[in-house]
């Protein structure tokens, strides 16, 4: 699976963005991490081909992932957006019938858009 990854840039605190993903497939399971430096991945949400979403703790209330399958693509809106939202942004994709929330468990990779929150 090939995945496109955009959207991100520079935004001041309190603001949004939409982060998009573009897959060569339609019927995979695709979710979004990041990493800011020093730290692991982190799983933010995912979405699969049957629209069941499944969003970390962490960011539940601010950001949404959503799907529109017309275009193969992936949204994340990141809404109040802090200086804690810096990272590397990467969405992923994995076949399967669950929502695996793991990096390990994802075997295609986006190539990541730096998202910058100023305070």
């Known amino acids: 699976v090939q995945l496109q990854a955009s959207g991100g840039g520079l935004v001041q605190a309190g603001g949004s963005l939409r982060l998009s993903c573009e897959a060569s497939?339609?019927?995979?399971?695709v979710a979004w991490f990041r990493q800011a430096p020093g730290k692991e991945r982190e799983f933010l949400a995912a979405?699969?081909?049957?629209?069941?979403?499944k969003h970390a703790d962490s960011v539940k209330g601010r950001f949404t992932i959503s799907r529109e399958t017309a275009k193969n693509t992936v949204y994340l809106q990141m809404n109040d957006l802090n200086a804690e939202d810096t990272a590397v942004y990467y969405c992923?994709?994995?076949?399967?019938?669950?929502?695996?929330?793991?990096?390990?468990?994802?075997?295609?990779w986006g190539q990541g858009t730096q998202v910058t929150v100023s305070s």
């Open positions: 992923a994709a994995v076949y399967a019938r669950d929502i695996p929330t793991t990096s390990a468990a994802h075997a295609s």
């Open positions: 497939e339609r019927t995979v399971n």
């Open positions: 979405v699969n081909w049957n629209y069941r979403t």
